[in-house]
């Protein structure tokens, strides 16, 4: 059989546009800092189209299967081929236009960059190369080609995801079984378990703003994903300066207005609550500390690993009822799971101005289900406390922006389960604070913005 020789005409132009994208990020270098606006602008635009690209991408193979059988199938193959490189080039130019003009940078997007790059050049040898597979003239290397670009897209796409949501995306709530098998790693931040900072405030630097400024992407140069990192600061120099709240460029920025382009987190993530932005700042006037295991209006206990949680017992029988009780008051009690010896959650967002100790009550044949109760901003005053100390399994209890003044707290110190107390924005008076030395189960309570708070180092013992 003569074999079928590739065009030099056809090959030229592969071989070029080849070396464009493999030159590209030297000529254009990633270099952390921001560039021309209109760049920012259309750069915006590659969310919004990678995924038509992505989805004939993994098309392709199945119609090439499919078409052993069905000769139609496979010159639509064809077809989506040429339609997928035709969308998968504007795709990445725009991605550059956004990582270039926005200066990220970081070794996630790195990967991101050169995965799309080795992505771009499969897609064009596959066109190259698949007339001749189609001829029968070579009949393997167009086949390997194919499984090199399905496996160059997930792992362009698995990068793009960690830059968008974070390298620990897939594993953050991992069970406990697979984490044994699959071990996800050490995520040192730099600073002890037991701190504060670790217990509380790396957990929303994680949360709000890790995504933008961590080991994925680093921008403005700036870091957030340890401790060290974040006193380092960025190219706009430091973010947190201790016991100098007011000069910390870190909080100016999360409470800028939202229009402010420095407005931080930006892109539309979800903004840093009010408590969050207090609770930073409040820890940064205590000298922002990688050490201290509590500041004044917190506290935090560090435990190296908490029991498991018990089971509940099986409501399903009582659902019928349940239903009924939602739609008769509006409080909603929702299903931590699929599985009912997981409990459930009392939530009373949608109702919580009229939501009262005597709707609470009518919860009480429920009680031993019950493992959150969510009563911020109800109506709720010390009275609730004689229904709340029947949810024996409650291992969480907002009460903050309630009327709660503490009297009869000490009831909850029969909760065993109870690890999680916020009753900041209350009128928790220190006294009635000294209660919660009662509760050596508690992990995390939150205090501030109540008559307690400058106490509050001193209203929770350590185990």
């Known amino acids: 059989m003569q074999r079928t020789r590739i065009p030099y005409t056809a090959a ?59 000769p139609a199938l496979r010159e639509a193959a064809g077809f989506v081929l040429r339609l997928a490189l035709a969308l998968a080039l504007p795709t990445f130019a725009l ?8 200066g990220d940078t970081g070794s996630t997007l790195t990967r991101h960059l050169w995965g799309a790059i080795a992505l771009c050049i499969a897609l064009m040898l596959c066109s190259l190369i698949r007339p001749a597979w ?17 496996i160059a897209l997930f792992w362009t796409g698995h990068n793009g995801g960690s830059i968008t949501y974070g390298g620990g995306y897939l594993t953050s709530n991992m069970p406990a079984g697979l984490r044994r098998i699959f071990p996800a790693g050490s995520t040192g931040i730099g600073a002890d378990p037991a701190s504060f900072y670790a217990q509380h405030i790396h957990p929303v630097l994680d949360a709000k703003c890790v995504a933008c400024h961590g080991t994925s992407t680093e921008k403005g140069g700036l870091r957030l994903d ?59 006037t ?45 409080a909603k009690l929702v299903p931590v799971s699929g599985k009912p010896s997981d409990g459930l959650i009392l939530r009373t967002v949608d109702i919580a101005s009229a939501f009262n100790d005597a709707q609470l009550a009518q919860f009480e044949k429920f009680a031993p289900y019950i493992v959150e109760a969510e009563l911020s ?14 949810f024996t399994h409650l291992r969480a209890l907002r009460l903050d922006g309630t009327a709660i003044t503490g009297s009869g707290l000490a009831k909850l ?29 508690l992990r995390h309570v939150y205090l501030f913005n109540s008559p307690a708070q400058p106490d509050a180092t001193a209203a929770k013992s350590t185990p």
């Open 226 to 284: 340890t401790y060290p990192s974040l006193m380092h600061g960025g190219k706009d120099g430091l973010v947190v300066i201790a016991a100098k709240p007011e000069a910390s460029l870190l909080l100016a920025r999360v409470t800028l207005p939202t229009n402010d382009k420095h407005y931080m987190p930006a892109e539309g993530r979800t903004p840093l609550t009010p408590d969050e932005i207090k609770m930073i700042r409040t820890w940064i």
């Open 134 to 150: 189609a001829a029968g003239t070579q009949p393997r290397f167009y086949p390997v080609l194919v499984a090199f670009t399905v």
């Open 286 to 330: 205590a000298g922002a500390s990688s050490t201290a295991t509590t500041i004044p209006g917190f506290a935090s206990v560090a435990q190296p690993s908490e029991p498991p949680p018990q089971p509940v017992g099986d409501y399903s029988a009582l659902m019928p009822e349940i239903e009924r009780m939602q739609q008769q008051q509006g």
């Open 377 to 390: 901003r109800t109506a709720v005053t010390d009275a609730s406390f004689d229904t709340l100390r029947t």
């Open 12 to 70: 030229l132009p592969v071989g070029i546009a080849a070396i464009v994208l493999v030159l590209l990020p030297f000529v254009f270098h990633l270099d952390g800092h921001a560039h021309a606006q209109w760049l920012r602008f259309f750069g915006h635009f590659h969310p919004a189209l990678l995924h038509i690209p992505i989805g004939l991408i993994i098309l392709l193979p199945v119609l090439e299967i499919a078409g052993a059988q069905r």
């Open 95 to 102: 991605g550059y236009m956004l990582a270039y003009g926005s």
């Open 413 to 441: 110190a029969t909760l065993t389960q109870l690890t999680y107390l916020n009753l900041s924005n209350t009128r928790l008076t220190a006294q009635s604070a000294g209660a919660l030395k009662s509760m050596p189960q």
